[in-house]
């Protein structure tokens, strides 16, 4: 999902994103080098690796099982964490359903189930009434849920994920940055494998 392409309209549409341009990453490196290093949340000798995403790109819901693969076997000094990206005010209802399951403790019971209700089956989980009895069906306490996703404290992750796709300058989704210090996503290193493996190599640098 390209940032300046991608609009959240009437429904929520796959629209081609990074994956279609694996053109972008011939005569480069695959990442970038940050000009000004992005905040961590990890003590000393842990590395950080954020995958920044939207429960409205398709190319995040096809990434999802590769980078959760990837996350099991990582490194134990490989701190993972997810990041719903914001990239204009119309994303917000969908940041914070992220948030909230990670309130309630739901998003390894939820998480690939957002991606297939939006994209598969075009629930407009966007709307709080559909979202709230969905969410239900689920097997979450809809009152917690409801509770969280109106909190002060996901408004604040959705703010705090908008600054940090800023700091990283992120582009897309999917996306990666590492330690603070580093990015790529899909186009920049021309798909999801070779994303991942220049994640690797970054790990051990970092």
């Not at 996350?71 to 993972?80: E, S």
């Not at 897309?172 to 190599?201: C, H, K, V, W």
Request: hydrophobic content about 45%.
């Amino acid at each position: 999902m390209k940032r300046r392409e991608f609009a959240l309209g009437a429904t929520v549409a796959a629209i081609p994103g990074f994956l279609a341009l694996p053109a972008y990453a011939q005569g480069n490196k695959g990442y970038v080098e940050l000009s000004q290093k992005a905040p961590t949340d990890v003590p000393a000798g842990q590395v950080e690796v954020i995958e920044f995403f939207s429960y409205g790109c398709v190319h995040c819901m096809h990434f999802d099982p590769v980078f959760t693969a990837w996350k099991k076997a990582a490194p134990k000094n490989v701190v993972v964490r997810l990041e719903h990206v914001g990239f204009q005010s119309s994303f917000e209802p969908l940041q914070k359903i992220y948030y909230a399951l990670e309130a309630v403790g739901a998003v390894d019971k939820v998480h690939a189930k957002v991606f297939d209700a939006l994209q598969v089956q075009r629930k407009r989980l966007d709307k709080p009434d559909v979202l709230f009895s969905w969410v239900a069906e689920q097997g979450v306490d809809r009152a917690k849920f409801e509770t969280a996703y109106k909190s002060f404290g996901v408004a604040s992750k959705v703010r705090r994920a908008v600054q940090l796709q800023e700091a990283y300058k992120v582009e897309g989704t999917p996306a990666l940055g590492i330690a603070g210090r580093y990015y790529t996503d899909g186009s920049m290193a021309g798909g999801f494998e070779r994303m991942l493996q220049i994640t690797n190599q970054l790990v051990k640098t970092a």
